[in-house]
């Protein structure tokens, strides 16, 4: 099993920055793709960035290429999504996903969600 805790949402203007936060406990870590996902009200759950677990590897959603970045700490159990010049349009709540075959829609694992608001 594996845990996940998301962190650091908030309310912000368009234009800014927010950095969140996804802890992770249970099964190792080091060896789990994840990835983010996001729910705007009344829309489906769509995919933001994951990133690989043996070199690293990213990716984007076409919107959000260019401002958002995804990273992880293997010591700390933590992966990163840092959020730069925010748009109206990225407010939703915010899920950490993880999945041994790679993270989609129906990753076995997710947090509880966080939320972000862009204001305009």
């Known amino acids: 099993q594996v845990q996940l805790v998301e962190s650091g949402g908030g309310l912000v203007q368009a234009g800014g920055s927010l950095r969140l936060s996804c802890a992770a406990s249970g099964r190792t870590f080091s060896t789990l793709p994840m990835g983010w996902f996001r729910q705007a009200p009344g829309k489906e759950r769509e995919f933001v960035a994951a990133i690989g677990w043996s070199d690293g590897s990213r990716y984007y959603a076409d919107s959000v290429k260019g401002r958002f970045t995804i990273s992880r700490d293997n010591v700390k159990n933590t992966v990163y999504l840092q959020m730069n010049s925010l748009k109206p349009e990225d407010t939703a709540v915010y899920y950490c996903?993880?999945?041994?075959?790679?993270?989609?829609?129906?990753?076995?694992?997710w947090g509880q969600g966080t939320q972000v608001t862009v204001s305009s």
């Open positions: 996903a993880a999945d041994r075959m790679g993270v989609t829609a129906s990753s076995d694992y």
